[in-house]
């Protein structure tokens, strides 16, 4: 089973749509989560961290279901700059010298 | 931007050849985190450097090695370069303190392997 597995892409919605992406991770003593967003032959930039309470930044809502080992964001109001591959992170421990282990991605097209 | 910058961005070589990339950290932070991105795949974990010394290794094989300078300005080596090294390097720079330690990536270089 891989560190961290996301839904297959690619998502083609209509701008407006709100579309959900999943993400469950095999080591359960993982510490940090994130999304990542990266653009077309472009580095990854942090989109927001994932705590266990929830949390929203505008259009943005991520979850982290801790006893499921699963991970999820939701994207409401699609803008077409939202067109991008979507990264799964996990940080299995607080130390320093610990990988971010990344899901392979999921692309999202968003169209007029 | 992220402060983070690596050189050159674009690198073609051949089979069995040798490659150095380079990264300069963002200001302030003492480590320096490598990723290879193959294409359709997410950044696989190469190693990080702290303080001048490794402080963590992926699965990757020997002839990967990197160094980090006392400016904490990073390269990553490889030996004998094989097809399937064709990839984008990313480099990481992030301050090793706290719990959550936000790595900020630079832009990479695309390395092709002919």
């Known amino acids: 089973r891989k560190e961290v597995e996301q839904d297959p892409g690619p998502f083609n919605v209509p701008e407006g749509a709100t579309v959900a992406f999943n993400c469950t991770y095999s080591?359960?003593?993982?510490?940090?989560f994130f999304w990542y967003r990266q653009d077309c032959r472009k580095e990854p930039k942090l989109l927001m961290s994932?705590?266990?309470s929830g949390n929203e930044d505008g259009r943005f809502t991520a979850q982290l279901n801790r006893a499921s080992q699963y991970i999820s964001l939701l994207i409401r109001d699609s803008k077409l700059s939202d067109s991008a591959t979507y990264l799964c992170?996990?940080?299995?421990?607080?130390?320093?010298?610990?990988?971010?282990?990344f899901g392979k991605g999921t692309t999202l097209s968003v169209s007029s | 931007e992220t402060g983070v910058t690596q050189s050159p961005t674009h690198l073609i070589k051949t089979r069995g050849q040798q490659v150095t990339l380079r990264c300069s950290s963002q200001?302030?932070?003492?480590?320096v985190s490598w990723y290879q991105q193959a294409l359709g795949q997410g950044p696989q974990f190469i190693f990080q450097?702290?303080?001048?010394?490794?402080?963590g290794r992926g699965n990757f094989p020997p002839r990967f090695s990197g160094l980090q300078f006392p400016n904490y300005s990073s390269e990553l080596n490889v030996n004998a370069l094989e097809l399937d090294d064709s990839a984008l390097y990313l480099c990481?720079?992030?301050?090793?303190?706290?719990?959550?330690?936000?790595?900020?990536f630079g832009p990479g270089t695309r390395l092709t392997v002919l």
């Open positions: 990481a720079s992030s301050l090793a303190m706290g719990l959550v330690v936000e790595q900020f």
């Open positions: 080591n359960s003593a993982s510490q940090s």
């Open positions: 994932v705590y266990s």
């Open positions: 992170v996990v940080r299995p421990t607080h130390q320093a010298g610990t990988a971010l282990i």
């Open positions: 200001s302030g932070h003492n480590t």
């Open positions: 450097y702290y303080r001048e010394e490794e402080n």
